[in-house]
């Protein structure tokens, strides 16, 4: 019997879980997105004039790309469990984090729930580090200073989150090891009132994820950063992994074969 499918302690059946319904765009939503399409390549409007894609699906598409970043990343050292890892990567995608860097010094599996990640690891650019040292040099040289998420750090509201910045979470248990906060610009904690005192590292990534994103975005003045290659180069990819199974083959690989924006 499929674990989903188990019945309770009391012998009922546990429901379904159903995704939540995306707001109707509206017409002049949509006649913006027809405008954007006319001004788009050959080979993207045709996923519109070929019916590989419908309005709506490249609506959300394009409201996705809208608010993608790559100026705020989310580094995971050494979180193991399937769901928590499954969780994070939900709460990137679903607030326009692009990227997450894995590190697993000591070998710990990176296997993502798919039953949790709702496909959200389909539109995420996924990193793995062998040691935290490279993953920090590599995101210092493009620009980002790297936050460790401590119990006694910075209170999260005081964070000034308006610089590009790599947001770094640590073990279930054991947090990160002290040489990681160490080698870290600074860091960061969520103030909490109750009696219990910690939280779920999946539920505080989601926290400081709202948090340092919604920051950024009054500081960009808009809801996203990417340069229009950047965007361009999602979008391909996007479409892509939408119209699955419908594009021609030479098309896809014609897509599939520009330049990656070099990160």
């Excluded at 959200?120 to 493009?142: E, I, K, N, Q, V």
């Excluded at 989150?161 to 990681?180: D, H, I, K, M, Y």
Aim: glycine share 8%.
């Amino acid at each position: 019997m499929g674990r989903r499918n188990r019945p309770r302690s009391d012998g009922s059946r546990a429901p379904r879980a159903r995704r939540t319904r995306k707001p109707e765009p509206t017409p002049e939503e949509m006649a913006a997105l027809e405008k954007l399409t006319d001004g788009l390549p050959e080979e993207l409007r045709a996923f519109r004039d070929r019916g590989w894609l419908s309005a709506k699906r490249r609506f959300y598409l394009e409201r996705a790309l809208r608010h993608r970043t790559r100026s705020l990343v989310v580094v995971l050292h050494g979180v193991h469990d399937p769901h928590n890892q499954a969780a994070v990567m939900r709460s990137c995608e679903a607030l326009g984090v692009q990227e997450i860097e894995i590190v697993a010094e000591a070998g710990e599996p990176f296997r993502p729930s798919g039953r949790v990640t709702q496909n959200a690891h389909r539109w995420l650019d996924l990193a793995s580090r062998a040691d935290f040292a490279t993953a920090a040099a590599g995101l210092r040289r493009r620009g980002l200073r790297l936050m460790a998420a401590d119990p006694g750090g910075t209170p999260l509201a005081e964070v000034d989150f308006t610089r590009p910045t790599a947001l770094v979470f640590g073990n279930e248990s054991r947090g990160l090891p002290s040489a990681v906060q160490a080698a870290c610009d600074g860091s960061f904690s969520i103030p909490m009132y109750g009696l219990s005192q910690s939280l779920n590292v999946s539920v505080a990534a989601g926290v400081v994820l709202h948090q340092a994103i919604e920051q950024r975005r009054r500081s960009w003045g808009g809801p996203g950063d990417l340069g229009e290659e950047e965007r361009d180069e999602l979008r391909r990819r996007f479409y892509l992994q939408a119209a699955r199974g419908k594009v021609p083959d030479d098309l896809r690989r014609q897509l599939a074969s520009r330049p990656v924006t070099a990160r």
